[in-house]
């Protein structure tokens, strides 16, 4: 199927590696022009050399902490350096976790700031350009957590259940400029972000992917490839979703 992407221009946050790496990596099979954000420019070079090599497209970094206004700046002009673009993939990293009422006003603001604001400032600085392009994709990668909470995960849902929230309401008012937004919920995925100290231990995610109804955990690809389809002109009638993908993990009706 021809997604009809080849042409279009793509700026993916958070794409050294993980669930980001993968978006960009299967946005540039289609023929997309990508542009890669990261905080770590080793690590960025790496994932742009190892997508150029699979896939025989040039790809653009910009290192960037979209925690910040000055990082979510420093990307926004490499999109502007580069014409503008038609996808912008919000996604990085996520807050601690630990129970909701034990986080102090700081953390709350960071996570406010890494999760939510972070998305307001990457559509603030890009739509206008898309809407001169004549129109544009924006996804967000949150959570299963976001629609389906669990414990130790409040700083999470509470600021990605806001993103869920603002991409409602944008597609209202970026759809007559032609802008869709739509928001992934991934449920679980092997990913290095898997093996970070304080998280859950790799038994514990081995015991919850035999709850998940397809019986394992995803593979980054099976993101990618939904992520890819919403990005794609192909996927024209669909803005204001929201998507789990997640093998079935989710227990709810919707
Ligand atoms: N893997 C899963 O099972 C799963 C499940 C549900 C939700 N998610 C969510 O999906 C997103 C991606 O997950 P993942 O597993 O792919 O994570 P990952 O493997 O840790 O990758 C995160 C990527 O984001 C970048 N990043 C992190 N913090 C950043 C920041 N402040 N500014 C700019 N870039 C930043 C990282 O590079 P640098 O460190 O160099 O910045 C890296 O490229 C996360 O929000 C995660 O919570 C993942």
């Known amino acids: 199927m021809d997604l009809k992407l080849r ?13 980001g ?38 790809v653009r970094t910009v290192v960037g902490d979209i925690r910040m206004l000055d990082g979510c700046d420093n990307i926004i002009a490499a999109v502007r ?22 986080f102090d006003d700081l953390r709350w603001t960071r996570a406010f700031e890494q999760n939510l604001l972070s998305v307001v400032r990457m559509i603030r600085g890009v739509a206008p350009m898309m809407e001169s392009r004549g129109g544009g994709s924006i996804l967000n990668i949150t959570a299963l957590t976001a629609i389906q909470p669990l414990a130790s995960f409040g700083l ?48 514990e995610y081995h015991e919850a992917a035999k709850m998940i109804p397809l019986g394992r955990k995803g593979d980054v ?9 919403f990005s794609s002109p192909l996927a024209s009638y669909v803005t204001g979703t929201t998507l789990a993908v997640d093998g079935g993990m989710n227990k709810s009706l919707l």
């Not at 042409?7 to 669930?19: E, L, T, W």
């Not at 890669?36 to 699979?54: G, P, T, V, Y």
């Open 156 to 203: 999470s849902v509470s600021t990605w259940a806001g993103v869920v929230g603002l991409a409602k309401t944008l597609s209202h008012e970026l759809g007559p400029k032609g802008i869709r937004i739509n928001t992934l919920c991934p449920g679980l995925f092997e990913t290095p972000r898997l093996e970070l100290a304080g998280g859950p231990s790799a038994a």
């Open 7 to 19: 042409g279009k221009a793509a700026v993916v946050n958070g794409a050294s590696q993980g669930i």
């Open 21 to 58: 790496f993968a978006i960009a990596r299967s946005l540039a099979a289609e023929g997309v022009d990508v542009l890669i954000s990261a905080r770590k420019e080793d690590a960025l070079s790496k994932a742009a050399e190892q997508i150029n090599a699979e896939t025989g497209q040039a």
């Open 81 to 102: 350096e580069r014409g503008g673009v038609d996808i912008l993939i919000n996604n990085d990293g996520a807050p601690p976790l630990g129970n909701a009422l034990d």
């Open 221 to 229: 690809a099976e993101i990618a490839a939904v992520a890819t389809f």
